[in-house]
Structure formats: structure tokens, C-alpha cells
């Protein structure tokens, strides 16, 4: 008998946490949905300060705190859910910022390498 109450009791409290966790993983996923969209905008920007401002740039992406989400995505939600949601928002949009910056700064640095090889070749 006790042994089946501590199965059953063992039991629930999976089903209960694996619950919170699932909706925690569907929160943050919305969020980095929203975060994407929000810095698909301002991808250029981050692009641009990675080639003219080289590792400046890049330094730049992990100093300036990327945008926070919009009031209109927070709207309905309790307090717990809006900490988590703009949690993962944030950390998305820093994410995709630093990249974009890196692959800038790639880019540049790619393409200086090229012209500087094409002028060695010339001489």
C-alpha cells in the first residue's frame, strides 16, 4: 500500500512539474518568435556597425541592451509570465544582435583580405 501511494504520489508531482515546464518552453518560444521579428528590422544596423566598425562593432553588440518587448506583447499575462516572456525575449534579441555584428565583421574582414590579395596579385 505504501509503496503504490508513493508511486501514485511521485506520479502527480511529474505530471504537475513536466506541466510547468511545457508551458514555460511555449512562453519562451513566443517570445523568441517576437524577438526574431522585432530584430529582422534592425539586422541592417547591426551588419553595418559589424563591417564599418570592425571588432568596435562587435564590442558595441554585447555593451547596448537590445529592445525590450512591446507593452501590446505583455498585455493579459501575469507577472511570473511576463518575467519569463521578456527574459527569453531579450536574450533572443541580444543573441541575434551579436550575431549579425560578427557576421559583419566577417564580412569586412573577408572582403579587405580579398581586395588586399587582388592588389598583391596585380603588382
Known amino acids: ?4 501511494s508513493r508511486l501514485i504520489i511521485s506520479t502527480l ?7 510547468q515546464l511545457y508551458g ?8 523568441k518568435i517576437a524577438a526574431k521579428q522585432e530584430m529582422s528590422e534592425k539586422s541592417w544596423l547591426w551588419l553595418g556597425a559589424g563591417m ?18 512591446s507593452p501590446m506583447q505583455l498585455l493579459g499575462k501575469d507577472a511570473n509570465t511576463i518575467q ?11 543573441h541575434i544582435q551579436v550575431k549579425n555584428a560578427w557576421i559583419g565583421c566577417t ?17
Open 1 to 4: 500500500m505504501l509503496n503504490s
Open 13 to 19: 508531482l511529474m505530471i504537475i512539474v513536466g506541466s
Open 24 to 31: 514555460q518552453n511555449i512562453i519562451c518560444d513566443e517570445a
Open 52 to 69: 564599418t566598425l570592425s571588432v568596435v562593432g562587435v564590442a558595441a553588440s554585447y555593451i547596448v541592451e537590445p529592445p525590450k518587448p
Open 84 to 94: 519569463e516572456y521578456s527574459s527569453c525575449f531579450q536574450k533572443q534579441a541580444k
Open 107 to 123: 564580412t569586412e574582414f573577408i572582403l579587405i583580405n580579398l581586395f588586399t590579395l587582388m592588389i598583391v596579385i596585380s603588382l
